[in-house]
């Protein structure tokens, strides 16, 4: 798939590792569209690249919200080619809690919300959009590219929630990508480790210098343009399919 010129539309791509990717992208050639709930910030990348980028606010748990966001960019911009899902949450709670309650189910439930049921709504609508485009001279017209993390593999304490959804997404892998394959529509999985977006604010330097310790190489967060660069080579690089990619510098996380 050619970067310049394709559509790529991306959730979460307001602030954090969305943000990062929508930048790469534009940076490449392509043009955007930007689902996120809360599109402040946002202005900049327009001022800068113009009628290139498009946004449009969605709450990924309404499915009238995200057909209309999903239909509303394919018309737009007269087609898409890519869809990078990387609106998600994450928060922290023991199965047990200090003072021996059960954990909320409303807490789990909020995480598969989002982080899985909300990202295969936009899936199936972006993916009819997808089948229309004209081939490419490999029999390809669009792709897939879902945001799910290392924990879904090494999920820590406090990550039964967030680890189930993210491993939810892993497992969609193989049976989308055999699904789609018929339409010509690749899928790839990507599992980020430790990334500097706006969840780390809080932590001090001594805190995050301990974090990126357990990395192989290289020592330090993963940067929004490390996601975004892995992205353009999987467009490019029409022989990646069904793969779940681990962006981490090695990490394997303990048990927290």
Request: glycine fraction near 12%; charged fraction near 20%.
């Amino acid at each position: 798939m050619k970067v310049e010129g394709s559509v790529g539309l991306v959730t979460g791509g307001a602030s954090g590792l969305g943000a990062g990717v929508a930048l790469s992208l534009l940076e490449h050639g392509a043009r955007v569209a930007i689902l996120d709930q809360n599109l402040d910030g946002t202005d900049a990348l327009v001022d800068q690249f113009g009628d290139s980028v498009s946004r449009h606010q969605c709450d990924v748990t309404d499915p009238v919200q995200v057909e209309d966001a999903v239909w509303g960019a394919a018309h737009l911009h007269r087609r898409l080619d890519l869809l990078v899902s990387c609106a998600g949450i994450s928060f922290g709670k023991r199965v047990i809690s200090r003072d021996g309650d059960p954990h909320p189910l409303d807490h789990f439930k909020k995480h598969v919300a989002i982080n899985l049921v909300g990202l295969f709504d936009v899936l199936r609508h972006a993916v009819v959009a997808m089948a229309k485009n004209e081939p490419s001279d490999e029999g390809e017209r669009g792709l897939i590219v879902n945001l799910a993390s290392i924990a879904a593999f090494e999920g820590q304490i406090g990550q039964a929630s967030y680890g189930a959804s993210k491993a939810g997404v892993v497992g969609l892998t193989s049976p989308l990508a055999r699904d789609l394959a018929l339409h010509g529509v690749r899928v790839l999985t990507i599992c980020p480790g430790t990334m500097d977006t706006p969840m780390l604010d809080t932590l001090d330097q001594e805190t995050i210098d301990s974090i990126v310790s357990g990395n192989v190489f290289p020592k330090r967060l993963g940067r929004p343009e490390d996601l975004g660069n892995l992205i353009i080579h999987c467009m490019e690089n029409t022989f990646l399919n069904g793969e779940t990619i681990r962006l981490d510098a090695g990490l394997r996380l303990g048990p927290g």
